[in-house]
């Protein structure tokens, strides 16, 4: 009888402490997720200081240097050049990227000279904080002119507009609500350019730029 008294004391002393140490348990445990959801909260708090907000628009730059390929590259030396960009957030994903370009290339009395006008979606891969990766794809009209040596005849193509395709890769900085900078490859490649009688006007070419946005 004492024996059996024992064992239901030890069972009952074991029990409280079980439910003591639970108690314990759970509330440091509460502690620890309500500490961690607090320095979530305050994480994405100041991430979003730095992000753009959707629906703005964003102008900018790009500076770098034009590689050229085909027949631009055979009447023109690859050199710096401009690029002009304009940017609408639609999404915390994708954007809508225009760009506008022109550079003359030339290479003893040759020549090759680029306009270009072109669409595209941005695509980011991920956000590591302020830092996204992204793809950019699309379509655009160029109006690309080369003067070169035909029959030992120094001649400029016929200046017509060409439909064209175009994609990239880069990576961009959100350094506030404001600027964000940036790398770019950008590849252009225009449709061939008929000339009557003349050889096709056919090449592309491609873009490795710092890019630079305002956003408003």
Known sequence: MKNSKLNISKSATLIALFLFSSNIYAGALDKIVSRNEKASSNKRSLSSLNETPLGSHSFGIGLGQTFLTGDFGENGEDSI??????????????????NAHYSSHDLAEKQSELLGLNAGIKAKLYNFDSFNPYV???LGFYLPTVTRFIDSNLKTSESKLSFGTHIGIGGELELNEKFSVGVLAHYHNPFDVKQGNDPEVEGSYYKILFTTLYSF
Do not use: P, R
């Open 81 to 98: 050049t401009v690029d002009l960009y304009y940017k609408y957030k639609a999404s915390y994903s994708f954007d809508l990227m225009i």
């Open 136 to 138: 950019l794809g699309g």
